[in-house]
């Protein structure tokens, strides 16, 4: 027998959260490649990599702190 069957993957806690992470490591991902590679925006950036402009200045911060 597989637990699969009695757990359903859109109502697991850990599943979700694991998802949740991946997706915020490819919006990590995204916009470093956009800082680096692009004369945008802020504005534009979080419009194209579907996130905050706030979430797009805490990873330029990271990339100028380095």
Do not use: P, W
Not at 3 to 30: H, N, P, S
Not at 48 to 54: E, F, L, M, Q, S
Request: hydrophobic share 35%.
């Amino acid at each position: 027998d597989s637990i699969a069957e009695y757990i359903k993957e859109e109502r697991d806690v850990l599943f979700l959260r694991g998802l949740d992470k991946g997706q915020e490591k490819t919006e990590e991902r995204i916009v470093r490649n956009l800082l680096s590679k692009m004369s945008l925006s802020f504005e534009q950036i979080a419009d194209i990599a579907g996130t905050t402009v706030d979430f797009v200045k805490s990873v330029h911060k990271q990339l100028t702190d380095k």
